[in-house]
């Protein structure tokens, strides 16, 4: 399957697992789990018709992993980054010491007063490498790289998720655990 076509397929199943399932007529499950049958039967009915082998290839082989699919195979949903009300059933998990955020350059004065909230997403996201911060930043302008204090929130109380495919998930963090980094240098 050619490059574009899995992107197509990808942003699709975005769309329909994170924000608005009811668009092409299905239902998240507890977990966010959709029956895979039912989601290409309603995909077909709303004229993005998608066959089970290119499924497969968007899960495998999307970059940020956005999918899954349950131990059987018979069950797929998107990771994290709903809009949507839904429990992914994730249990808290203890955080690295310390996290990455990134974000665009025209946000960061606001994220340093009111620190990093989770806006319409269920969660913030957060990166255990700052590599893959800067590329979340990219995608909002000049990208910047805001350090997290994890450890320091942990024990204030504060809990976290890690999602199937890495990503710290958090309800807010406070301005006090934020430190803008420099580009160029080592943390």
Known sequence: ???SRLIKISKYLSKHLRHQPERIGIQLAPGGWVNVDELLRACKKHSFAINRSELQEVVA??????????ATGSLIRANQG???????????AMPPEVLYHGTGHRTVEVILQQGLL???????????????????GARHGRPVILRVDAAGMQEDGYIFYCSDNGVWLVDHVPPKYLQLLQEGKRH
Request: glycine share 0%; charged share 30%.
């Open 82 to 92: 709903h809009s949507v009300e839904v429990d992914l059933q994730l249990e808290p």
């Open 118 to 136: 989770k806006m319409s997403r269920h969660h913030v996201h957060l990166s255990s490498e700052i590599i893959t911060a800067r590329k979340v």
């Open 61 to 70: 082989t999307n970059d940020k992993k956005r999918f899954s699919f349950d």
């Open 1 to 3: 399957m050619n490059n």
